[in-house]
DNA sequence: CGGCACGGTAAGTGCTAACTTACGGTAAGT
DNA sequence: ACTTACCGTAAGTTAGCACTTACCGTGCCG
């Protein structure tokens, strides 16, 4: 599925680029390329990752492909960020309360002395 | 700033392995490496990778540092990720409104506050 | 005070992937 | 039917980065 391969997709700064550019509306692959310091083929490349990362949808018209974001993927993405930042704040939290009780230094660690 | 720069820092495999240890709790570089199929100076570099994306904070405990989530730089990645998800939406909508074309895509709406 | 554990940095290597040019296949216009 | 436009794929090159070993500074304990 899309786990995290969302955040593989969106690692590339050229990728981020296309879904900046489709933040303001569907576009075709011509179009995206022509505002790109990239050819073409490669922004066809990067529409297939981020298709089957579920960040892009495709509409076929005529011989033109207009590509849009999809929905899916961005949730999941949302859903894992999420899960990631109320585990950080718990751990915020805890670290800030054993600061506050004392200089605690018992985890479950196994390191010997 | 680090507006982009977490995903750039979670689109490694590695780094994502080192911050699901880090849910559970904080830990030491040693710690972390001991966990990881790399050598503790490739932990060291990610390490400083995630701090730099805000991602990560150090408590120096001796000559051990401890890392632990930082919700600094998560919070700038969900609110990034809540824009995107914003326009995919609105995209989304408006092709919907403007044809009924049915491309057998499924998704949910779950709007949280 | 001398050895030891912990971890960050330097230098070098290998693999992944982003990019290129070239080609083929499909749909629309004339 | 021929031509033109649009796009995906193949093959090959190159640049970046993840990883390694080696080294050094720092803080604990004997």
Redesign the interface.
Known sequence: MVP?GG??A????TR?SI?ER?????ASVGELAAGLPVSRPAVSQHLKVLAEAGLV?V?AAGTRRIY?????G??A??SE?????N???A??A??AEAEGEADG?D?R?E?PA
Chains 1, 2 share one sequence.
């Open positions: 995290y955040f593989e969106l690692g590339d700064a981020r879904v489709l933040r303001h509306g569907p949808a509409n849009r974001l999809a929905p899916h961005f949730a993405l949302r960020l999420d899960q990631l930042w585990d950080a704040l751990a915020f805890a670290a230094d985890e660690h390191r």
